[in-house]
């Protein structure tokens, strides 16, 4: 099914999607434990990998599903888990781990609403989770937020690609809302070159001497070089891969930003503002890390305001106020869970903004 | 003539050297962990997942490729390891409260699964490494850092026997509990943990060895004493054993 | 002649091997480790070494690194 589907149009939901777009994108090894509204993603890849012969495991806990893809990625296979908020959570631990250890983990992340279990509604509440994160030590993780199912196939392809180029993990951050919708999408052949990790690698010592894959750090000095080498490359990543998706700012008075599915309604309403006439743009960064704060701060000099959008309590905020540093206010609205805020409210929100 | 009847197994990395505690059985385990992937010729085709806790320096030993598992999380490791490269020998070498408390659940799964992985527990029944709190094989009425008066039931609840545990699970192949206070029970420790490993490389399912050990760092005894408190108060609650063997039914 | 050979730089000073030794031959030396604690040595001049490698299958460090039997 699979194989007939890469470089096929067809209508699908975003978490069978986004699994297709795995399984072309070479994922060796599936790893995963239920919940809402992600479970189809561990639903299909049981059949698939299964008829493909490859690695699949209904595990024990989130614990256990990402740790065995962190041990799956030691042998360099790709390998995916995927889950939802409240069990993302558990998967802190070996996010930190798995950036120390420079391997590229592919998590999709299906935001349902928390705090604590929560429930199934929408939300956007995770953006603080994947981008900052509650692992331990300094570390980032490559997060890339689709807004519709196309893209959350292409970023799938890219999510592995990511990974394997930078050795970090990557997380791609879906909501319940992306993951259930069902839209035409053209699943093309894996895009990327494959990387080659044959110099890291675990696959036994033979002929060459042992190779250890671990975090811990035998003295302060190796400690500190090998965070400012994480560093390094984080750098790497902020200069190389930032994503964005960028509308009438040119001329804007007020620029809207909003990422994920719910930047498809507020972009539905810039533009019908600009059919009205008012000086809207309207920006979604598609990397929330690497954040495009550059392209941000340009923006912010010529611009009288900016206001975010989200199903939160505006986490994104605080990264736009880094990236505007002071230049121009950043004012937020949304609300903290649930269906996403119509045109209608969005257009008051504009325009109660820009009065 | 001289023949050379013992030698360092040539497993073990040419530099290495132990940084455990003086007396400390976890040397012991190591060397005959070296000695049995020497008999097996496993070495060049071996990952191991490691795990926290005094036996996290395996790797410092052994001359073989390995991935450090967060505390708990070795037999989840393991299981990816082993999933993503079926042909490898994949084996685990952990603590009674890295295989046992914090990671019991990963650890009974992966029985239960029927893993084809090989994992070996030092049972030293107290958190060596963060200085002798109690565990989950803290004998009852021992003094941990942790349980100052003794364990009791009220606060503490009940050892765990794991060697028992993982016996029961159907996807185990072999499970023993050995012991290291003498010559001759080191000499069947050395044949369980290579039955543990064959289990594996005959597609049987998961082997299993729980190895009494010692701490005498927190134990407050001399490596002697140590021996002595195996038998004398551990071996009458943990009995040495060999609790399934699906190759001898 | 039987004989073992012990790295005294491995030699952690725990003495399991002198009680483990049948015929007493392995005893505590002048020389000392890092920790400062004195390690032992082998001492065989009448040749009475049995080559049963008891020593060296206690030793938690590995430092009786080999045993001949001859
Ligand atoms: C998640 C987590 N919790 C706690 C610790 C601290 N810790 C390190 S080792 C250890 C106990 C190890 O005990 P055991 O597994 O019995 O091994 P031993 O040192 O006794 O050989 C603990 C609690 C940790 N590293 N990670
Ligand atoms: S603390 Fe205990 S288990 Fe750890 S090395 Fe020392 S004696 Fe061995
Ligand atoms: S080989 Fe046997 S007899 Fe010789 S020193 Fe060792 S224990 Fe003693
Ligand atoms: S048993 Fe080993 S470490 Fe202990 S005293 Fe003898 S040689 Fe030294
Ligand atoms: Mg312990």
Not at chain 1, 35 to 47: C, D, K, R
Not at chain 1, 180 to 206: R, T
Not at chain 1, 333 to 339: A, I, L, M, N
């Amino acid at each position: 099914m699979v194989e007939c589907l890469a470089g096929k149009k067809v209508l699908t939901k975003g978490n069978y999607a986004i699994a297709n777009a795995a399984v072309i994108a070479g994922c060796d090894c599936y790893f995963g434990y239920p919940i809402t509204p992600q479970s189809e993603i561990g639903e299909f890849m049981s059949g698939k990998m299964q008829e493909l012969k490859k690695a699949y495991v209904s595990a024990e806990s989130e614990l256990a599903a990402i740790n065995m893809a962190l041990g799956a990625c030691a042998t360099g296979k790709k390998a995916m888990t995927s889950s939802s908020s409240c069990a993302v959570s558990l998967m802190q631990e070996a996010l930190s781990y798995a950036t120390s250890d420079e391997l590229p983990i592919v998590l999709v992340s299906v935001m349902r609403c928390g705090p604590g279990l929560g429930n199934i509604f929408p939300s956007q509440g995770d953006y603080n989770q994947s981008t900052i994160g509650g692992g331990d030590g300094d570390y980032k993780v490559i997060v890339l937020s689709p807004s519709n199912v196309q893209e959350a196939v292409d970023l799938t392809y890219k999510a592995f690609y990511l990974a394997q180029k930078y050795r970090n993990p990557v997380i791609l951050l879906a909501d319940g809302l992306l993951g259930q919708m069902m839209e035409p999408v053209e699943f093309s052949e894996y895009p990327y070159p494959e990387i080659d990790n044959s110099s890291w690698a675990l696959s036994g010592a033979k002929g060459r001497a042992a190779r250890i894959i671990r975090s811990y750090s035998p003295t302060e000095d190796f400690q500190c070089e090998h965070i400012r080498h994480l560093f390094k490359k984080y750098r790497i990543i902020q200069e190389n891969e930032v994503m964005f998706e960028e509308l009438y700012t040119e001329d804007a008075d007020i620029v809207v930003f909003s990422f994920g599915s719910l930047s498809r309604n507020v972009k539905a309403t810039v533009k019908n503002l600009r059919a009205e006439g008012l000086k809207v743009g309207f920006f979604r960064p598609i990397t929330l890390f690497p954040f495009p704060d550059k392209r941000i701060s340009e923006i912010a000099d010529r611009v009288d305001k900016f206001l975010t959008i989200e199903v939160n309590m505006g986490q994104m905020v605080r990264d736009i106020k880094l990236a505007v540093n002071g230049k121009i206010p950043v004012e937020f609205f949304g609300k903290p869970v649930g269906s996403w805020p119509s045109v209608e409210d969005i257009e008051v929100a504009i325009k109660g903004a820009m009065s | 003539m001289e023949t050379q009847v013992f030698k360092v197994p040539d497993s073990f990395k040419k530099d290495f050297k132990y940084t455990f505690c003086p007396g400390c059985d976890h040397g012991i385990a190591i060397r005959l962990v070296g000695e049995v992937m020497d008999e097996l010729g496993i070495r060049e085709n071996t990952i191991a997942a490691t795990s926290i806790g005094c036996s996290v320096t395996i790797y410092d030993f052994l001359d073989m490729d390995s991935i450090e598992a967060p505390h708990g999380r070795a037999l989840a490791v393991a299981t990816g390891v082993k999933r993503a490269n079926p042909d490898k020998f994949v084996f685990t070498y952990s603590g009674d409260g890295d295989f046992a408390s914090i990671g019991i659940a990963e650890s009974l799964h992966t029985a239960l699964r029927g893993e084809s992985i090989s994992s070996i527990c030092i049972n030293n029944t107290t958190y060596g490494m963060t200085g002798g709190q109690l565990g989950p094989t803290t004998l009852m009425g021992q003094i941990t850092t942790t349980s100052p008066t003794g364990r009791n039931v009220e606060y503490y609840g009940y050892p765990v026997k794991i060697a028992e545990h993982i016996a029961l699970c159907d996807g185990t192949a072999f499970s023993a509990r050995v012991s290291l206070d003498t010559i001759a029970n080191i000499k069947k420790a050395k044949q369980a943990i290579k039955k543990a490993f064959e289990v594996q490389l005959q597609g049987l399912g998961f082997g299993f060895v729980e190895i009494l050990s010692t701490c005498p760092t927190n134990w407050h005894m001399s490596p002697e004493q140590a021996h002595e408190r195996v038998r004398n108060e551990m071996m009458p609650v943990f009995v040495p054993g060999v609790y399934k063997d699906v190759t001898n039914i | 002649m039987s004989r073992i050979v012990i790295d005294s730089s491995k030699c952690k000073a725990c003495y399991l091997c002198i009680k483990e030794c049948p015929k007493n031959l392995i005893r505590v030396s002048d020389k000392t480790n890092k920790l400062g604690d004195r390690v032992v040595e082998f001492s065989d001049p009448d040749g009475l070494c049995l080559g049963c490698a008891l020593c060296a299958t206690r030793c938690p460090d590995l430092a009786i690194t080999e045993v001949y039997k001859g």
